[in-house]
């Protein structure tokens, strides 16, 4: 089984399956998700098995027939860890392709359960190593000390994780190159090596006007350019990933709740994020849905309809009848069709493909 050149870091949610699910399957040949259950503060071990986000796990599970992700919960309070492993342990037993993750920093009986797993499922396991800025060298000796841990026979992945990568953070590609240079040694402890980083920024009440395209440059996209160049002998499998359409925070909120009266239709080019805000309520509604479409289709960067099925919903709006609803979407609809058009656009853009 070829590695993945692409790990998008998707929650367990509704728009993010329908999105991977709707990947042409080249793409999603190329696409190995990390899957991250959502928060669930406070909830027993009982309340855990029956949460509403099992039934969209039980889809995700699927829809992995014949390629590998990994699966985390990263918000898994120390209480409810046995639970947690116990859920992770069932659905990477079921197909062997949804690999369970630990890191350094999480507590010992984590890291013995998702080792544990890997051991009896034999798909590996994923290394989680969080960096939201500068490189900490006392973290390599957490990594080798977890991996002293690791069953000989199991593969093991490294996952550097840069979480939001943006213009304000200029040397993110020097501090992943330290801590590659201090993670990845020629022995080849690791059967893959991805670093994430990057993400559509968060949207706020007075960032853009309504309908009218604003656009971000895409820093994480810079800091990977900068990885590929520094040509590290030691890195000949490295992979790339991302947060998508979503800023990384939002994976750390609870499904459900109230949201802002508006949304975003997203659209990725090889320099920026675009994003265009609509308003999900009101007289002129409908109207300014499809007005937003069509500046989104109408932009240089626009990669035809036919490019994927992100490509093809956005058509499909803009030419609607300003008469009719229909086909207007909500905040599922542009979340997955974002996500489509940008992880069909990564894959892509990378080199092998």
């Given amino acids: 089984m070829s590695e993945p050149l692409y790990v998008p870091v998707l929650p367990v949610r509704q728009h993010a399956r329908m999105a991977y699910e709707r990947l042409r399957p080249d793409i999603q040949a190329s696409v190995a998700p990390l899957w991250n259950l959502p928060p669930s503060p406070g909830a027993t071990p009982t309340q855990l098995r029956q949460a509403h986000w099992q039934k969209e796990l039980r889809q995700v599970r699927g829809v992995h ?3 590998p992700g990994w699966i985390d919960a990263p918000f898994a309070e120390a209480t409810q860890t046995p639970a947690f492993a ?5 659905y990477s037993a079921l197909n062997h392709l949804l690999r369970p993750v630990t890191g350094p920093e999480r507590g010992e009986a984590q890291q013995t359960a998702a080792l ?12 989680r190593v969080r960096m939201p800025g500068e490189w900490d060298g006392a973290v390599a000796e957490a990594v080798g000390a977890l991996l002293t841990r690791v069953d000989r026979a199991v593969p093991v992945d490294l996952l550097l994780d840069l979480g939001a990568v943006l213009p304000g953070r200029p040397d993110a ?12 040694t020629p022995a ?6 991805a670093v994430l980083g990057g993400a559509f920024p968060h949207v ?21 350019h900068e990885i590929r160049a520094a040509r590290r002998e030691s890195l000949p499998q490295l992979g790339y990933g991302d947060y998508g359409v979503q800023p990384p925070a939002a994976l750390a909120t609870e499904p459900g709740g109230g949201g802002p009266p508006w949304g975003v239709l997203r659209y990725t080019t090889d320099r920026s994020f675009v994003l265009c805000k609509v308003l999900n309520g009101g007289p002129d509604r409908t ?13 240089p960067d626009f990669r035809t309809a036919v490019a994927s099925a992100g490509e093809t919903w956005l058509r499909d709006c803009a030419d609607g009848p300003v008469t009719d609803s ?5 905040h599922t609809q542009w979340l997955w069709a974002g996500s489509v058009q940008h992880m069909t656009h990564v894959v892509r853009s990378l080199p092998g493909t």
């Fill in 65 to 67: 027939r014949r390629h």
């Fill in 86 to 90: 116990e859920i992770l342990a069932e």
């Fill in 116 to 127: 544990e797993t890997a051991r009896r499922c034999g798909s590996g396991v994923g290394v």
């Fill in 173 to 184: 590609g020097k501090e992943a190159l330290r801590a590659l240079d201090a993670l990845v």
């Fill in 188 to 193: 080849g402890e690791w059967r893959t090596v």
């Fill in 204 to 224: 706020t009440d007075d960032m853009a006007r309504f309908g009218e395209p604003h656009e971000e440059p895409r820093a994480d996209w810079d800091m990977w």
């Fill in 287 to 299: 109207a300014g849905i499809r007005a937003a479409a069509r500046r989104i289709r109408d932009l």
């Fill in 326 to 330: 229909e086909g207007t979407g909500t």
